[in-house]
């Protein structure tokens, strides 16, 4: 995968290894003359350096997800803990990964180390896939010599980092998907099934209730404006979202009110001090100074209104504050995470500690998330049935109302 910041293409290239034997692939490089030496350096001699056409439609299959990296990284930390050379590990990798990107990525990566470069350098061109974070675990890993080590660390916390996301994602998806159906349904009823027994009700030649009416009067209304009507829910999700990227005061509102919405909150609040605890046990683990470790749980925290309150703790501890105080100032984290952050700093265990915590609300949040699942369920049914079952009561009322007269 090029990236603006090499400004580097891909080749395919054929040629022979040290042993003689015909081998190929393909390389990132700025031009063919750097891609042959590239491959010199490698011990392999190229017989044909070929830069490599780009899809005509564009594209080159699925994007990289975070549980992409969640595995690549696992991968890696199984194949250098077995003793696989760091760039045989790689190669071995990407021949078992099916995404193309994916491939380009890994294969870019083992050229950049097989050329002399750090593995933590070689990420580093990645942002969008390795953040500050990742890097600089790996990083404190091959400067200490205990490379395999920080890299089953890393897949640890990438793997319990998604499998949180996706039990959060579970609890809005089904109720999100159930909603957009009964708005879509809703809106099909109103503006196809509506107006036929509108043209029933015209040769009635009698007053019609006002429960009809009232639907009567929404269906035109959505009618001549379904269309603004849709336009004005797209541009409002469109506004939302840049606000929220754009404005840390309008982020901070949302993130605020989403920790105080039931059940809800209950589940941002747990997965926000999961996350806090797993990222600086992991980092704290990993020999990172204590400050820098905030840092990057602050970042790590996906909530603003917690991002601050770590980086006020960062702040504090900073000015000579125990771990336990600046914490407790904030207001914000349980009681059971301030007890077992004190006992960890006077043990000297803290990174123990801290992972105890992550484990007991991960396992909190999935509670939660199965909780609302169970009482979302009939809640949801219920708002189908007041929204479909009105409209139809509505449509047959004055035909009822016809019937007694008769």
Known sequence: MATSATRSDLFTWSGTDKAGRNTKGEIHATSSAMAKAQLRRQGIKPRSV?????????GQGKAIKPADIAVFTRQMATMIKAGVPLVQSFEIV??????????????????????????AASLEKYPRHFDDLFCNLIASGEDSGTLEVMLDRVATYKEKTEQLKAKIKKAMTYPTAV??????????????????????FRSFGSDLPSFTL?????????????????LGIIAAVFLLREAR??????????????????????????SVVARFSRTLATTFAAGVPLVDALESTAGASGNSVYAKAIRRIRDDVTTGSTLYAAIRSTGLFPNMLLQMVSIGEESGSLDEMLDKVANHYE?????AVDSLSSLMEPIIMSVLGVLVGGLMIAMYLPIFMLGSVI
Request: charged share 20%.
């Open 94 to 119: 990407a021949e078992g990964t099916e995404k193309p990107r994916m491939q380009e990525m890994i294969s870019s990566i083992k050229n950049d180390v097989a050329s002399g470069s750090s593995l």
């Open 179 to 200: 909603v957009v159906v009964a708005v879509v349904v809703t809106g099909i009823l109103l503006i196809k099934v509506v107006p036929q027994f509108a043209e029933t």
């Open 50 to 58: 070929r830069k490599k056409a780009k899809p005509l439609f564009g």
């Open 214 to 230: 009232f639907v009567l009067g929404i269906s035109n209304f959505v009618q001549d404006w379904w269309f603004i009507i849709l």
């Open 363 to 367: 396992e909190a949040v999935d509670n």
């Open 245 to 270: 990227l754009r404005s840390v005061a309008f982020a901070e509102f949302i993130d605020r009110m989403a920790l105080r919405l039931p059940v809800i909150g209950v589940i941002t609040h747990d």
